[in-house]
């Protein structure tokens, strides 16, 4: 087992050191790293590129044009080169671990077990920005599998989200696509989550209580700033797809 980190970015310059850095000073090294930038405006590539140079764990894919999270976390998974124990941590490029301890923290949980996704506790930055605070899935709603009953239990999956390799290539491409094939551009990530939570199976999830992940609440940049009737429209689609089987 092996953690790899698929590392979303798009004008986030003045976070990127502070995320990288988070991954960097792990006290488990046993990890690859993969940032993506994804179109970006900025230096972004520029403060990637100096950052690595000289850390032969991390890799980065620098796209002309932007696309979108769900795609740029795809095409870090392909190049890390993934094997179906190893863990899949995604980060956006403003946000980061809480704590050298993160990865110690997951492995822990992973180590051993038969877990396959975790989700978790993050802090909003700043502590004002109106982020929603963590909880755990009812056991009822994990025992029949009705995550996608946003209505009753709300969207509760948050940050930090990891699973297995062997998990996340299961996912249908149809489910991360628009009926056209195109990805979709917002909300992917609770495409890939009801997924994931659907085939792990109820005995295969763990809801971490400890904060992993300090996520940046002020970026003008996020989609759930910029994009709520497109997030609302994804999660219709989301609702209307068959339920997954379990693995």
């Not at 004008?11 to 930038?37: G, K, M, R």
């Not at 009822?140 to 239990?153: L, P, Q, T």
Request: charged share 25%; net charge negative.
């Amino acid at each position: 087992m092996r953690f790899k980190f698929a590392i979303a970015s798009w004008n986030a310059a003045p976070w990127l050191v502070a995320c990288l850095e988070s991954v960097h000073t792990q006290t488990d090294q046993n990890f690859d790293a993969c940032v993506v930038i994804d179109g970006s405006t900025d230096n972004s590539a520029e403060i990637v590129a100096e950052y690595i140079k000289d850390k032969p764990n991390f890799s980065m894919i620098v796209n002309e044009e932007n696309g979108c999270t769900l795609k740029s976390q795809r095409q870090a998974i392909e190049a890390l080169g993934c094997e179906d124990d190893d863990v899949i941590i995604w980060l956006d490029g403003d946000d980061r671990l809480s704590n050298p301890s993160v990865l110690t923290t997951l492995s822990d949980h992973y180590g051993n077990s038969d877990l396959y996704v975790t989700y978790g506790s993050y802090v909003p930055v700043p502590a004002d920005g109106g982020c929603a605070p963590a909880r755990v899935y009812p056991l009822e709603c994990v025992k029949d599998r009705d995550f996608r009953n946003a209505s009753k239990w709300g969207f509760l999956f948050n940050h930090l989200r990891t699973m297995r390799y062997y998990v996340y290539k299961h996912i249908p491409l149809e489910y991360l696509t628009w009926e056209d094939g195109s990805w979709l551009t917002v909300g992917g990530d609770a495409a890939e989550m009801f997924c994931a939570l659907e085939m792990a199976g109820p005995d295969r999830i763990l809801f971490i209580p400890d904060i992993l992940l300090n996520y940046t609440s002020n970026n003008s940049n996020s989609d759930w700033r910029i994009a709520s009737p497109e997030i609302r429209r994804t999660h219709n689609r989301i609702m209307k797809m068959k339920k997954l089987g379990i693995l």
